[in-house]
């Protein structure tokens, strides 16, 4: 568990996931696929991706984070430390450094709580020097969050599905 600086906002936790918290977790991701598809972004996630599964997948690997304020949660992400094979190539672009990093995948929140990047960002940190992630093109919250956080724009990635995905990391050395 840790308290970030921007967490201390709201008194925010962020620990590990547990089986208890996935059909939360599940909610969340329904919700954050609605925001998604209301706002120009019909296509990142569908309504087989994310869903329980990837949740409980998650706490068995003990990848699966939660954020919580007073014993609620409100957001969710995965935080994978070690190669991503989907960023094993990378078009129009380059990665800026070969070090160790760590990928934030399936991060989404229930919309209670502002500066949910900016808390997952610090936490990562904390944990490696170098954070990656990807989004898809339409999703421009998160295009300019990651753009607000001083995340590189590195090139374009491609998921296991064929689908190209615009590719960040942040260095924190």
């Known amino acids: 568990m840790l308290e970030t600086a921007s967490a201390r906002k709201y008194m925010v936790t962020i620990r590990k996931s547990t089986l208890a ?9 329904a919700d954050a696929k609605k925001f998604m598809h209301s706002n120009g972004n019909p296509d990142q996630w569908n309504d087989e991706y994310p869903n329980i599964l990837d949740a409980n997948s ?3 690997k003990g990848i699966g984070y939660v954020m919580e304020e007073d014993g609620k949660v409100f957001a969710v992400f995965a935080f994978i430390i070690g190669p ?10 380059a990665w800026p450094n070969k070090e160790p ?12 709580h502002s500066g949910v990047m900016k808390m997952c960002t610090e936490f990562c940190s904390t944990l490696i020097d170098n954070v990656r992630i990807d989004t898809h093109k339409d999703n421009r919250f998160m295009l300019n969050a990651l753009n607000r956080l001083g ?3 590195c090139g374009i990635i491609h998921l296991e599905t064929g689908d190209p995905r615009i590719a960040f990391q942040k260095s924190f050395e």
């Open 21 to 29: 918290d996935t059909k939360c977790i599940d909610e969340i991701y």
């Open 151 to 153: 995340f590189t724009r």
């Open 101 to 112: 990093y760590g990928t934030i995948h399936r991060i989404a929140s229930d919309g209670s």
């Open 58 to 60: 998650d706490v068995e």
């Open 84 to 93: 991503d094979p989907t960023y094993a190539i990378i078009e129009d672009g």
